[in-house]
């Protein structure tokens, strides 16, 4: 019996193990596309909430406008979005969004993270 427990209890901590580091991304569930002067927007919406950025891994094309917008639905150290690469720091409130626009070049990796550095994502461009 408390073999069969130990069993239960390995496959479910490493079924939790496994869908905690699995990536949370791929091309965004919400990626709308607008066409302007013969160019492709993209607008991407990243939700920030006590547990971090949904999703963490957003691809989108390089070379094209990107429109990425923060949306707090909590109050955590995730309310506070650092950009380096772009140089660029947006703090949100609980309820508030933020947009942010650029253009990411082909194969270029875009990080943000909270001030803390606990809660990490990334604009991958392809």
């Known amino acids: ?58 691809n989108v094309k390089g070379g094209q406008e990107v429109h990425l917008t923060f949306v707090s639905k909590g109050s955590s150290c995730a309310n506070g979005v650092r950009i380096p690469t772009l140089h660029k720091s947006i703090d949100l409130k609980q309820g508030q969004k933020k947009e942010i626009t650029f253009t990411p070049k082909k194969g270029q990796t875009i990080a943000f993270a909270c001030q803390m550095n606990m809660f990490k994502g990334k604009v991958m461009a392809k």
């Open 1 to 58: 019996m408390k073999t069969n427990l130990r069993i239960a209890a390995l496959s479910l901590g490493g079924a939790l193990l496994t869908a905690a580091i699995a990536p949370q991304g791929a091309w965004a569930h919400n990626e709308k596309e607008h066409h302007k002067g013969g160019h492709k927007d993209q607008h991407v919406t990243v939700t920030v909430d006590g547990s971090g950025y949904h999703p963490a891994m957003v």
